[in-house]
Nanobody
């Protein structure tokens, strides 16, 4: 079974840092785009950052200069380094990946279970 497993969330004071990790496992032929979304209670899920297989990145305006997305293709893993955290960053963070999992060559989007990030003031 193909799955994405996230870790690294927790409780941190404002101004602190966290590093989120999401590892894809299972029968995976290729991984294209990977990224992170966040969802606060009663809010829409919003894009945080994305990264292509060759390393091109895109960030939401609210996290530019504070968060860094990276990936290790050999480990099928994507990271989100979060610095200078603010209370408004509090949310469940979900990773996703566009995966090719069979000989069709077609990719599909997969989601992790989410990890809670809470930033206290």
């Amino acid at each position: 079974q193909v799955q994405l497993v996230e870790s690294g969330g927790g409780l941190v004071q404002a101004g602190g840092s966290l590093r989120l990790t999401c590892a894809a496992s299972g029968s995976i032929f290729r991984i294209y785009n990977m990224g992170w979304y966040c969802q606060a209670p009663e809010k829409q899920r919003e894009l945080v950052a994305t990264i292509t297989r060759n390393g091109d990145t895109n960030y939401a305006d609210s996290v530019k200069g504070r968060f860094t997305i990276s990936r290790d293709n050999a480990k099928n893993t994507v990271y989100l380094e979060m610095n200078n955290l603010k209370p408004e960053d509090t949310a469940v963070y979900y990773c996703y990946a566009d995966l090719v999992t069979d000989w069709s060559g077609r990719s599909s989007s997969y989601w992790g279970q989410g990890t809670q990030v809470t930033v206290s003031s």
